[in-house]
């Protein structure tokens, strides 16, 4: 089969490897969409992978054309989208059934091979079965959905909360989506680039309800949106010092900021700031991956409801479509920054 294989830190290569067979309790899914994560773009040109040689990609779905020992042939022709996380099934966090937290996991795409390849391996416990109703390249996006979801439900903004959402990529304008689905009236948003503005739009916002930060200070103009008492719960989705010191800031009394953006480096926390965080009683939480348990209420599964029943519309999100043989293109765009993006996705 084809695949980009990355074989060192900035050395990725499309060529021709074995097509992967399924193992025990596995399946070969024939890949029909991945998308390019954030994170791929260090993996790839910064950090390397966990081990080389790698296929990466951990976004995807496809179509089970083989399975392994142990596993039903019912599954040969599901439309399935895939779980990237594998846990150990050992761990106290396993045992807990918290697999995100898990500290012995392998995974999909960074730590064995991912998909962008025509063809990929993964354990018949990580698929999701896709109702007709859900596109591939919508189940592509289920994983930083998830991510999203995770953290908004870990906050449990109430209906009349002002929450503001800070950093208006991938991930923070799905979370945007989801607090819209979830009937939060007020949401305020803080970007930093035109096309941001007009996807907020998208999502169903008010472009008053839309600060950029490059022309406006997004203290001032919290304040100003808030009647001076600041927001009740703030999403930092930069991971930068400037940012979290906004949403610590810009936070209401008795508030809850969450993280979610990685950090860019060193995270510093001023006397000042860390005074706020005691006198206000706020309460800075952080968030990680998300959570599949194949139960109906586990963050995958909401998200796929809400995909079935049409009430979210992520496709809007995909902002440029590659063949596999052209998904460099999207690799630079992220990486160079030479055309506005939000999900670059590769299709089969
Ligand atoms: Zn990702
Ligand atoms: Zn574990």
């Known amino acids: 089969m084809k695949a980009w294989v990355l074989h060192g830190i900035g050395d990725l290569r499309y060529e021709t490897v074995k097509d992967p067979l399924p193992g025990k309790q596995e399946v070969c899914i024939q890949v029909k969409a991945a998308g390019i994560c954030g994170s791929d773009i260090p993996r790839l040109y910064q950090n390397g992978a966990y081990s080389h040689p790698l296929i990466p990609g951990h976004e995807f779905s496809g179509v089970v054309v083989d399975v392994g020992e142990g596993v039903s042939t019912d599954w040969l022709g599901r439309r399935v989208g895939v779980f990237p996380l594998i846990p150990c099934g050992s761990c106290i966090s396993c045992e807990k059934k918290l697999y995100e937290m898990c500290r012995n996991y392998s995974y999909t795409g960074s730590r064995r091979d991912g998909a962008f390849a025509e063809y990929v391996t993964v354990p018949v416990r990580n698929l999701i079965s896709l109702p007709k109703e859900v596109s591939f390249e919508e189940a592509a996006m289920l994983e930083p959905m998830s991510v999203a979801v995770h953290a908004v439900r870990r906050i449990q903004p109430q209906k009349t909360d002002i929450v503001t959402v800070c950093g208006l990529g991938t991930i923070g304008l799905f979370v945007t989506m989801f607090l819209q689905e979830a009937g939060i009236r007020n949401i305020l948003t803080i970007g930093n680039k035109d096309f941001q503005k007009q996807t907020v739009r998208k999502l169903g916002l008010l472009d008053d309800a839309y600060c950029d930060s490059r022309k406006q200070d997004a203290f001032e103009w919290i304040k100003e949106h808030t009647d001076g008492e600041g927001t009740d719960v703030f999403f930092e989705c930069v991971g930068r010092e400037r940012t979290y010191t906004l949403a610590i800031n810009s936070t209401a009394p008795l508030g809850k900021v969450m993280l979610v953006g990685n950090p860019f480096s060193d995270m510093g926390l001023s006397r000042d700031i860390y005074w706020k965080i005691l006198r206000n009683q706020l309460t800075v ?52 920054k030479t055309e506005d993006y939000v999900k670059i996705m590769g299709i089969a």
């Open 285 to 336: 939480t952080g968030t990680w991956n998300s959570a599949f348990l194949h139960e109906p209420e586990d963050d995958w599964n909401y998200v796929l409801e809400r995909l079935a029943k049409k009430r979210i519309a992520p496709a809007e999100m995909i902002t440029h479509r590659y063949s596999l043989e052209d998904l460099e293109k999207g690799f630079h765009i992220m990486r160079d």
